[in-house]
């Protein structure tokens, strides 16, 4: 049997702006090899502390209280520094949300996809550049060299993002972040990059933590995902069974919500209040050491 490439176990985060409010309960999840995981939940769910934990970038004002973020048996919580630092960017990347403030916009493309690769791979800058030219022709960029030789403001929103996809993937790393990729870009390039992301992450081998507020995007692209409210893990499986017979309802509130192309005339339908209630409860529960809504896993 083949050992989960990422396992994050009982992950508890806490708040030291906010009085040490929670913001991530005791979050447990496991990504797969060749996996795509999604992560989904709405805004101040704690989406982007699990990413940003994993990327040992977590904000002064937040502290991890307990857990471990263990990837191929190490637990990157504990490493020291300069072991972290030789993972991170290498084994692990991201594809951060905004493309237009990803990019260093005074530097061309070119300097920007190859630092990493002669850095972590020790490439020289020609192999870098050759590299870099290949990757951006994977992501069906049609003009690699005129690309490379441009600053980020003289590329659209979509081909932005579609450098910092070949960025992330040049290193071939064995995890890939994807934090809310295509928020920033229309439904059509949306769609384009949801199946470029899948086609290098099967073609490498690669598993990936997609980020995503929306399960209409994750539907297209996870094979498994985790529900997150208010830093608590409420429901996970696999993305079809979920979809299909939500048992949470929260996951259900989410579905209500999502619009729905081949109904155009059906309005959106909000959390009602009942619900809100009910989970406040929940975590209320949970907080004071209780069991209530435990997430399944399938």
């Given at each position: 049997?083949?050992?989960?490439?990422?396992?994050?176990?009982?992950?508890?985060?806490?708040?030291?702006?906010?009085?040490?409010?929670?913001?991530?309960?005791?979050?447990?999840?496991?990504?797969?090899?060749?996996?795509?995981?999604?992560?989904?939940?709405?805004?101040?769910?704690?989406?982007?502390?699990?990413?940003?934990?994993?990327?040992?970038?977590?904000?002064?004002?937040?502290?991890?209280?307990?857990?471990?973020?263990?990837?191929?048996?190490?637990?990157?919580?504990?490493?020291?520094?300069?072991?972290?630092?030789?993972?991170?960017?290498?084994?692990?990347?991201?594809?951060?949300?905004?493309?237009s403030t990803?990019?260093?916009?005074?530097?061309?493309?070119?300097?920007?996809?190859?630092?990493?690769?002669?850095?972590?791979?020790?490439?020289?800058?020609?192999?870098?550049?050759?590299?870099?030219?290949?990757?951006?022709?994977?992501?069906?960029?049609?003009?690699?060299?005129?690309?490379?030789?441009?600053?980020?403001?003289?590329?659209?929103?979509?081909?932005?993002?579609?450098?910092?996809?070949?960025?992330a993937f040049?290193?071939?790393?064995?995890?890939?972040?994807?934090?809310?990729?295509?928020?920033?870009?229309?439904?059509?390039?949306?769609k384009q990059?949801?199946?470029?992301?899948?086609?290098?992450?099967?073609?490498?081998?690669?598993?990936?933590?997609?980020?995503?507020?929306?399960?209409?995007?994750?539907?297209?692209?996870?094979?498994?995902?985790?529900?997150?409210?208010?830093?608590?893990?409420?429901?996970?499986?696999?993305?079809?069974?979920?979809?299909?017979?939500?048992?949470?309802?929260?996951?259900?509130?989410?579905?209500?919500?999502?619009?729905?192309?081949?109904?155009?005339?059906?309005?959106?339908?909000?959390?009602?209040?009942?619900?809100?209630?009910?989970?406040?409860?929940?975590?209320?529960?949970?907080?004071?050491?209780?069991?209530?809504?435990?997430?399944?896993?399938?």
């Open positions: 049997m083949i050992a989960p490439r990422l396992v994050i176990e009982a992950l508890s985060a806490i708040s030291l702006r906010a009085a040490g409010a929670p913001i991530l309960r005791r979050v447990s999840l496991t990504v797969d090899t060749g996996e795509v995981h999604g992560l989904v939940g709405e805004s101040g769910a704690g989406k982007s502390t699990i990413a940003k934990a994993i990327l040992g970038i977590v904000p002064a004002q937040v502290k991890i209280t307990s857990g471990r973020i263990v990837f191929e048996g190490r637990d990157l919580l504990a490493l020291p520094a300069t072991e972290l630092r030789a993972v991170l960017g290498r084994d692990i990347t991201l594809v951060p949300q905004d493309p990803a990019l260093n916009p005074s530097r061309r493309i070119d300097a920007q996809m190859t630092d990493g690769l002669r850095l972590k791979r020790g490439l020289s800058m020609r192999e870098a550049r050759l590299r870099a030219r290949t990757l951006l022709a994977e992501v069906q960029i049609r003009d690699p060299e005129r690309v490379l030789s441009s600053y980020p403001h003289q590329l659209s929103g979509g081909m932005r993002q579609r450098v910092l996809i070949a960025a040049a290193l071939e790393p064995k995890l890939v972040i994807a934090d809310e990729p295509t928020t920033a870009l229309d439904v059509t390039v949306q990059i949801l199946r470029l992301i899948r086609a290098l992450q099967e073609r490498h081998g690669t598993s990936v933590l997609f980020v995503s507020h929306d399960l209409g995007v994750v539907a297209q692209i996870c094979d498994r995902v985790s529900v997150l409210y208010m830093g608590k893990v409420v429901e996970q499986g696999r993305t079809a069974d979920i979809l299909q017979n939500p048992r949470h309802p929260y996951t259900q509130a989410l579905l209500a919500a999502n619009p729905r192309y081949d109904r155009p005339d059906t309005g959106l339908e909000p959390t009602p209040p009942e619900v809100v209630a009910a989970l406040r409860a929940e975590i209320a529960a949970f907080d004071a050491g209780g069991s209530v809504g435990e997430a399944r896993d399938g």
